[in-house]
């Protein structure tokens, strides 16, 4: 850590905080300047953090020098984590396609576009029981029933099942019922939450922050694993930015930029990171050519009827399609779809 | 709402969208255009909205006319709501000042807080005891035990508190022990916390998220009126931009614009909305002139220890310049503080 | 266009907008609903925004329907346009990448990078005389010895020579040395500078603003089409946004949107699209995958003492390692390397 | 200059970098922790940009410590510049207004306004000539006769006068005319104009880019006096961020920010900066609070029917309004209107 000091900071304050740190038990430094000083902090991030040096009434700025996160980062733990969401291992050199509707409507539509994806080679089923809703006047989920009927289509069609859970309270239920469970880009700074799905166990499918940074991003994904639970996905599902052509900006420079940081597997979710059903299999590929493990994508048997993300929602022959698109591009990158 | 069609599209989709229109009720419009055809249906937006008609591949866009909220319209409900909160009232022609600490560290640094903040001319009291932090290592608050600080100190000072509930399972036990309920930015659109906390019938403080659009914002109260509760202060705290010199933008074109379209009160938060202490008292001024109905500040009886937000934490006599320095600006603009 | 009004517009006010859609030879349309009126006026949007109707006070909001461009819009031209730069065709079904230093340092330098990139594959020479720096104190190019250098560069390696012109005085001089003029992201909206190169009847590269939307985007080039310049390559870099891990958030969604609504060729620049040299090559097969035309590249003989952008210039064995793993990418979205 | 190394960094690249450091004549420091080795450079931040360390393959990356503008720094000049555009001067302790129409259309509406905006009390005038489009079909100015225009308004009225200069080859012939020359927003870093105008000596209004970080702007203010040329009024006027209830999004906290980085007079555009009517008044009051020195705002003697900007625009007796409303507010922050 850096700690720049302002131009009047006197001779007290400087010894003070040099005092705070070695009383922490890091190492401290002195480098004067001719226009400022500067100190330094050689030791663990975490703890120079909790010094909260920046408080001081003569601390310009603090620059830490290292990542804030320890278990999710690939410098502590080489290897590429693999998660096992049932019969579906995400991470390296696979590549895999979860798909499904955004909503549980019906059990027939679920098992109809269940049993679509799955014969044009999803490797899960994805599926929304508990539905966020800008407003609340729209449709938002059948709950306990739409999950039920996500449990007997995942046993029927024999597909693994991701579901999203917005409510400490649900954890449980949700999780007796689903292979996977969702943290959505809501919810990824709720920490009640992060901290209940972390201590439940399950495999889960953490869903980045429409105004998340990459580190933030990945200190949610930490709190998961500091609350012991290493079976954890990334998904990148776009940011919002100034542009309004499209629903977010898919951002694809952290598909590689995570790879280097972290030892999770990282998949894309091109439909909420375009929001137009027509760039899905594009930007599909272009995860795919960048390095991602994998896919997450809304399929709906009509989405000219559905009750959420029409817009963005593959037909069923849209989904084949792309699947067979995916093919050549996954292979062209050393994986194997 | 208007709905532009795609070059291409035929006449049969064109009269089956027609047709979905005039069955829920609605008036529906054909505008036949040299390049496009364009339709339009008038009514209930939200009604509107539930036809999910950018399902369709034969739509290009479609563009709502009416807000989407109904309860929060200043065009439903003309008159300024007034939110008690214990002794305050915010909304009207008064002027109020939430101040306190960021997180309850102990009962004394609580205490002194308050007591320096009443003298000053505060109307409440503000303190975390649940904290969310970016990182799981950061300090996160003492919970129930700070929960019964802020109660004592409450009583013993005489200034109304409000606090930061996280989870649903916490609404009750938080509801018990303070004045209002604040949810934080990070949680705006966490709408099981948004339910209970409608239900609780508590007066709420509501942030706005750091990328929640205005009528998001407007939206996330609209669920606490839906469920009951009309005792709702929104306040602007900044939002994320491009900007790194400050930790947030203050927006606050956001304060005249939510004036126009809400009758609930609106206050800002220039702590957060800027994060450094020197801007903390022209932006409280600035928030002041242009027509918010008060303040919530961040103080700490010595911000060079304190356990987090230390940089942007007002020093007691700083804040007790920050109330001098604001009672002209405040006059200036027809109200009193 | 949709015109809405404010709720209390009084009558005499909607038939003088009424009035004023029909003088200017449009269609006009009134359509009264329960809480407001709405009106519309049907024909060239142009004209539309030409009366500037939101200036009045019983405005609400002014909502166009079509396209505000019309000789870049694919709908007036459905077939792509083939942009010729010296020996190099962009556009169709090639994809084609022009690679080559930051900045012209020296002679050798420019002539062992040319070298270098022809050998590897690369289609084009680019390199930079005059350089936008954000700081007055940076290296700011060679300015006409830099044309000179990249003149004779071109003949002896064989390679078309593109470089960025920022000046309005400039463009002469520059057009004379060269096969094809940028304009720099910065001066995406310097009207002048689009206007004098428009008229060069030069080829042109025309960078993304950092916070420009895609419609500007596209207005930027119809300024060039308008000026009587058809040979007009967009060229997508990266969009600022909050995320501060990259330079810039390489905004790819633009690809086959901007295919979608113009016939004109695009390309990407992952070097600036990044910032990082690491990420270039993922970020590279992306923008294949997704539909790029190419690639705008940077290549530096020896980055480690460049004189700008060394941090994300390849070195030229790693620009060798990218064309070697771009050609099975491009193949398997059906197109040629 | 803090310079973080990758963890494989090999010895030999470390003492090559700390040479470097040493050869450019600054301090270098070696700073080996557990995890990384961090070095340091104590000098002119200017020098040390100049050595593009971040190029070398073996760091991570690089912090600077000092700003990297030297002129307009406030370190270097504290005392604020007065700059005198005609009669008005800004800076100190003094509020200065400037307002007129967003262009010159008629030499009468220019006349009507800037006579009414004078017995108002504004000390400036200002009025386009050449005006920046989005769209190539957009009004964009008379050019030459419209200098003519504002050069006798100027004198008939007795104001001053400040209109934008776009090109380079227009610097002189609009500086014959007028009284300071305005670099728009999307200007801001035109690199060439920047000097052309820095070399004019004439005042400058120098507006932030939409997308501008306050360094940033800065670093372009700082061409300016490197041109030899102090005469710089900054004008905040908002930047773009995902919010589209307003046409952008007015950063006051620049103004406070500003105020303490530098030297120069800052004034504020509330007319761009919200882009709707309703929202000039209360956003010209709160800049007044925070701090800036003046403002900049459009005023049209019948903005329904402005050729551009007319929903921005006041209505001359609103601008009267907001002169009113202003002067408790200016006196309440201890200045004089």
Redesign the interface.
Known sequence: M?I?LK?DAPEDAIQSILARIADAGL?P?H?P????V?L?A??DE?VL??L?L????H?ESV?P??A??KLVSR?MHPHDTIVAIGSMKLGGTGFKVIAGPCAVETAEQTRNTAQAVKKAGASALRGGAYK?????????GHGPAGLKILQETSKEVGLPVVTEV?????VDRVADHVDALQIGA??M?????LHAVGKSGKPVVLKR???A????FL?AA??LL?AGNDQVVLCERG????????RN?????????IK?KTHLPVIVDPSH??G????VI??A???????ADGLMVEV?EN?????????Q?L?PDQFDALMK?LK??V???GRRL
Not at 213 to 216: A, D, K, N, P
Not at 276 to 279: E, M, V, W
């Open positions: 850096i720049v131009p190492k430094l480098m300047g001719s226009e400022r500067v330094g050689l030791g975490r953090a909790s909260n920046d408080g001081s009434p601390v620059k020098i290292l804030p996160y410098e966020p809703r800008t407003s609340p006047y729209g449709f938002n917005m409510d400490t309270a649900d809501r919810n700074q709720n920490f009640a939450l922050g429409m105004t940074r990459i580190e933030e200190l930490e709190y500091a940011i919002r930015t100034f542009e309004t052509a499209t900006t898919l951002d694809l420079n952290a598909i590689p930029l280097q990171g375009t137009i059903r027509d760039l594009p930007m590929l272009a995860a795919a050519a960048c390095g709906h989405p000219a009827v559905a009750l959420s993300d029409g817009a929602s037909y698109a050549p591009v292979e062209a990158v």
